[in-house]
């Protein structure tokens, strides 16, 4: 196995603010010996100020709970790493003994080796086509490649995460990031044969996704929702042209990030403005809009035809890059300073 090695009622509401730079967020691929650190822009939590929205305020437990999971499974990895035992030049040898990083020439994230990753879930085509391990589709989102990649994913997440889960409840987010992830890994696998992938940032990237169709599908509750859309398709542009570093699992991100866009449709609708003001049994307008239930019967139908084909393909063994002789670049770039080979 290859070395591991980097892979985001009442008056109207105001839209989403956008603004924010936090740290990067990634999916990374397990082989090579690159760098794909870049600055992050995340979008800065959710905020409304009318009275009905607070009152709809959600306290936010899953999200920290997930926080805690992926910190609690990165120890577990590294107990089960034990750099000491391999006999390397492993990094905080000295006062972390078992807990010790693995060289910084083979991880510069400070952390496990591929082979740990690999036999804790890492995303490997083989085994999950040849292996009967399709579980690794997900259990691959909760493993991380170093202490680095552990910190910039979870301080994303909390960013984004507590105020989506504070206006959304816990099950519709909690559902965006599962389901995210798993279409990140979907994607990943279609195209990416080589080495291992680990990384939460195919469900960060869903939460990201929800949050733009977020906005569209509840377009006419929002003020200044030009300036928040214009901020978020930004945003989602950055954080995927980051992804076209060498060794960042973008494949990961794009289909996260798609998956999450389309659940948003689905799950996130709410009512029209002024619904909720008119009295008890005399509802004349009706729940939602015409486009709001138009987009969330077209989110569904490409969710289950895109998961549909996705599936079949991947199990088929089918390679996407047969299919599609240009993807490659939405992963890697090849330039003067790096090459893409992995």
Wanted: charged share 10%.
């Amino acid at each position: 196995m290859s070395n591991p090695d980097v892979e985001a009622g009442g008056p109207a509401r105001a839209a989403p603010a956008t603004t924010g730079i936090k740290p990067p967020p990634g999916r990374y691929s397990m082989a090579g010996n690159g760098n794909g650190s870049a600055p992050y822009v995340a979008p800065s939590p959710f905020y409304y100020d009318n009275a009905a929205a607070h009152e709809r305020h959600h306290w936010s437990w899953l999200v920290p709970l997930v926080v805690i999971a992926n910190v609690a499974m990165f120890v577990v990895v590294m107990f089960a790493n034990n750099c000491p035992r391999g006999g390397g030049d492993c990094v905080g040898r000295g006062f972390l003994r078992r807990f010790s990083f693995q060289p910084l020439k083979e991880n510069p994230l400070l952390g496990p080796s591929a082979a740990t990753l690999q036999k804790y879930g890492a995303l490997d085509w083989y085994k999950v086509v040849h292996g009967n391990q399709a579980w690794r589709l997900e259990s691959c989102t909760w493993l991380h490649a170093g202490l680095i990649h552990l910190l910039a994913n979870m301080i994303s997440l909390i960013f984004i995460g507590v105020r989506l889960e504070q206006q959304f409840g816990f099950w519709k987010v909690g559902l965006v990031y599962l389901v995210s992830g798993f279409g990140g890994s979907v994607l990943s696998v279609l195209f990416i044969r080589k080495g291992v992938s680990v990384g939460a940032s195919g469900a960060l990237f869903g939460l990201l996704g929800a949050m733009l169709s977020e906005l569209i599908t509840n377009w006419t509750i929002y003020t200044n929702r030009f300036a928040a859309l214009v901020n978020l398709i930004i945003i989602a542009a950055i954080n995927l042209a980051v992804g076209m570093l060498p060794h960042v699992d973008n494949f990961a991100h794009i289909g996260g990030f798609a998956t999450g866009f389309l659940l948003g449709l689905v799950l996130l609708i709410q009512p029209q403005f002024g619904w909720l003001e008119q009295p008890f049994g005399a509802k004349s307008k009706s729940k939602y809009k015409a486009y709001q239930i138009i987009l969330l019967l077209l989110a569904l139908v490409l969710l289950a035809a895109g998961f549909a084909v996705g599936l079949v393909m991947v199990f088929r063994g089918e390679n996407g890059n047969d299919h599609c002789s240009w993807c490659h670049y939405l992963t890697c770039v090849p330039t003067s300073s790096w090459k893409c080979d992995n």
